[in-house]
Each structure stands twice: as C-alpha cells, then as structure tokens.
C-alpha cells in the first residue's frame, strides 16, 4: 500500500501530490469524499466530478436530448453529469486508440489523406508537429464537401505550428483540444491529441459539432 503525506493549510485546505491527482483522475473543480471509519481511518472516494472542459463543447446538445426524454430537476442534473463523464471517457478511448495506430504505423500524415489529394489539395509538412490521422479521421474527411474540404489546409498548418492555440476539451488524461472552423453558416471542428514528448498530434474526428456529438454517443 502506498502512503502519502499532505500538508493542511491555515484554511485547512490540502494539497494532493500529481501521483493521486491522477490516480482520481481529478480536474479542477472535483470534489472527493473523506470517510472516517469506527477507527478513524481516513477512506478517500471521488465524488461530483466537475468535467468543467466539456460544457461549452456538448452541453446544450446534452441538455436537450435529456429534456425531450423528460428528465428535469435533479434527474436532469445527474444524468447530465452521467453524459459528460462518458463522453469524457470515450474522448480518452479514442486518444489511446489513435496513438497505437500510429505505433503500429496505421495512421497516416494529414495531408496523404485521401479525401484532400483527391480535391487536388498538396501540402508539405512545415511546422513543429507531425499531424497524423486514423482510419476514423479519414472516414470523416471523406463525407465532408468540397468547399469544407478546403478549409481544413488552414487548420492543419496551425496545428503544426502550435496545436496548443485553441480549446482543451477535457483532461487531466490526455492533451485533447477542437479547433473550430467555418464554411459558409456551417461550423466544424477538429477534434485531436496532443502527444507532446514524441512532437505528435493525432487527429481523432472531424465535422460539425452535433455530428460529433452524435459520432461519439454512437461509440459503445
């Protein structure tokens, strides 16, 4: 078992070392559960999880499936919470997912994807960071249109430069962000990876935002 030493603030705050940060996988905002046993010991369990990086990603969509199914009230508050979390932990399935398939050499640079060659779009890698992109990604770009297509080299060459730029959907487990991208009234995002040690970026899904919303939901 191990043990770990904290240190109470003049509030009585504490602070948790990185290694049980991320044993909970906690963010800021979490809240845990000290249980204090006949013999008072000190059991610690997660409790509300704050998942406060997907709100402004997913809540309204979230929110409006859980109303058409009738929840309000504190069923509304938990289920959404219950969604967020799934998401939360599909969002990390897909990071893992995409970084074996680049170890096992079954991703492929951004700008060899089919759907732009295709469009007559070639570019040169120029920038810090490998983009990479699975079968997934791949798929998505192929159900895009032309004139959506043609906004992607832009996002990509930003990601090469510095991927860092936009939105952080959710940690603490992977680097995860959206880059958000406009085509006409339409607005899509892509949706990555950030593996910062190895200079990579794995692009995980791309498309509009309820498009991905509902791609997501549809993973088991």
Known sequence: MENYRVEVGAKGEIILPIELRELFGLVEEDTLDLCVDSEGKVFVRTAERSVRPLSDFFEDLIVNDLLAKGCSGDCLKNKLLERKLKLSTILDRLS????????????????EAQALTAAGI????????DVMITTRGIHDLAVLRKEELREIPAVFESLEQNPFAFKRLRGPYYETYRVSFRCG?????VVYTIFAPENLIVILTV?????????????A
């Open 96 to 111: 893992e997912e995409g970084y074996r398939a680049h170890k096992n050499g079954q991703a492929i640079k951004c700008w």
């Open 185 to 189: 009234t339409k607005e899509c995002r």
């Open 207 to 219: 498309g509009a935002r309820k498009v991905i919303y509902d791609r997501l939901n549809g993973i």
């Open 122 to 129: 070639q570019k040169v890698p120029n920038g810090n960071y």
